[in-house]
């Protein structure tokens, strides 16, 4: 069976991550892994010759070395502390629970846990990040490399009473709702399926198509062709408004040079939102 992945690192949102996989583990019937990645740190070697002698360089190299042995040691063991404290926190849930520690590159490793990944859960931002309208440096990349859903946890986590899904008609959007439509994930919770109006044809006809595909399914299903010049702050406005707890999208439907030029809604929207958001690809 496939598992949630929760991807802790000991930030300020760790608990959000953790209610938050325990809740879609439970949901999707699945096993969660409980995952700390321990990324290489930079080595401290420099070039030193030309400004202190020969032997004081080797003495130093060799303090250094001494230096991030001890650094790697100590996050090895903060991480052990940081996935028996998870296990801690989710252990009356009654959900089968395992730990996961690994070295190397943060996105690398969920890449290769995706043949056994069915959602990954992470935080927005990762240790060291004090303004909350940014995203983690890992996100971005996490979001554009894997197919799994990605459940991206904020400032804080309840359980859903509603959702909304940000639909636009693209392939990306219409490859969410089939993915929405699959799972157990938000089954039974009442969906908000709103689009911002671009002045296209057929735009009401294509939402329309939408919702009646999440109605057959046995979704409760409120549809909504919404104004706005900003297409991500006139869908936060909608969600604020409707204090909607979680919001599922599709993600990067074009390449990152075109996005250097127009700029990216699924970054906006996952800098400025404030409840979790699920990018589905």
Known sequence: MKNVIACIDGSKLTQNVLSASAWAAERMQAPLVLLHALEKSSSNEQDLSGTIGLGSREHLLEE????????????????????????????????ETSQLQRHGNFVE???????????????????????????????????????????????????????????DGRETAKVALERIAQSPLLKGIPCHLVMVKRDKANEAVELDQARAKLVDLGFEVEAKLIEGDDIQAALLSYQRANQIDLIAMGAYAHSKVRQFFVGSNTTKMLTKCQVPVIILR
């Open 64 to 95: 250094l070395t001494e230096l991030d042995e001890k650094r790697a040691k100590l996050a090895l063991e903060h991480g052990k502390v940081l996935l028996e404290y998870a296990q801690a926190f989710v252990a009356d849930k009654g959900l």
């Open 109 to 167: 490793t969920l890449t290769d846990l995706s043949d056994d990944a069915r959602l990954y859960v992470v935080g927005k931002q990762g240790t060291g990040h004090l303004d909350s309208d940014v995203i983690g440096s890992n996100l971005e990349s996490a979001a554009r490399s894997l197919h799994q859903p990605l459940l991206v946890v904020s400032d804080e986590f309840k359980t859903p009473q509603s959702f909304m899904v940000a639909y």
